[in-house]
């Protein structure tokens, strides 16, 4: 059960790695505009203006986090490694959902934020425990 635990969290963490690497590339490909953050209306305003492929930089990276997360949790856990990679994929979809709360994307971002965590993360569990036999 620990162990389980803990695979679920070096997911995360693997998860959050994968994220944060294609966030700064992504920024480093189309940077933010120049000005102020001064409030969450001016970031709100900027994502509400970014261009399309920057949002699908971000979507790709929700998406490519599941994927490595949940093949990471699965890798880990000794018992019920799918249940470590599904969790792994709740928890990006919790994390999409938080941000669409905070931030406005558009619709089809939502969409597909929304559906494909858990199976990403399921399928990254998959290969895990087909490589494991």
Known sequence: ?????????????????VMLGLEFVGAWLVPMPTGQLGNEADLAEIV???PTA??????AGWLLAAL???WVAARLARVRRMG????VGVLILLGVVLNAWMLPHPLWMLLIGVIAPVP??????RLA?????
């Open 129 to 133: 425990v087909r490589g494991i036999r």
């Open 120 to 125: 990403l993360a399921w399928s990254g569990g």
């Open 48 to 50: 509400a203006n970014a």
């Open 1 to 17: 059960m620990i162990r389980t635990m803990f695979s679920v969290m070096l997911g995360m963490l693997v998860a959050m790695m």
């Open 84 to 87: 470590a990679a599904i969790a």
């Open 68 to 70: 490595c997360g949940g």
């Open 54 to 59: 920057k949002l699908v930089w971000v979507l």
